[in-house]
């Protein structure tokens, strides 16, 4: 597995981890690498730097996810897609080294993996339109 693969996924861990348990994302961080000591340090500060990027615009993040969302409230869609949805909605508008194509592919396929059975189609969906509507504009 690819260390950037293994980073978003890292990284979908513990979004979900401060999801559910609505700790501190520097403390869910730490409790998530104490059990894999050793981690591939770039596999890690890319995963911080999702997680940390994601809370540092959460807001603005969270109500773009809600926009492209139709008949969906972000509380009420599957803590899996919504993280999924996070991650990659931060990397759209503030990564911009990562190509759209990739941060959405590799989105779609950790929604398949960690999702359900149509996971993978919503997040598709939901970041296409992210990606051509709001980084377009932002531009």
């Not at 990397?91 to 950790?110: G, H, Q, R, S, Y």
């Not at 939901?126 to 932002?138: A, C, F, G, T, Y």
């Amino acid at each position: 597995m690819r260390k950037r693969t293994r980073a978003r996924e890292s990284a979908l861990k513990i979004l979900y981890a401060v999801d559910i348990t609505k700790e501190d994302p520097k403390k869910c961080i730490d409790i998530f690498w104490q059990d894999d000591k050793d981690a591939n340090p770039d596999v890690k500060a890319f995963a911080n730097a999702l997680v940390l990027g994601v809370y540092g615009n959460k807001e603005r993040i969270d109500k773009l996810i809600s926009a492209h969302t139709t008949n969906w409230q972000l509380k009420r869609m599957a803590v899996i897609d919504r993280n999924i949805l996070r991650f990659a909605t931060y990397e759209l508008l503030f990564a911009e080294e990562i190509p759209p194509k990739v941060a959405i592919n590799e989105a779609i396929d950790i929604a398949k993996k960690y999702g359900e059975k149509d996971s993978g189609k919503f997040v598709n969906g939901v970041l296409d339109n992210i990606n051509k509507l709001e980084r377009s504009q932002s531009k």
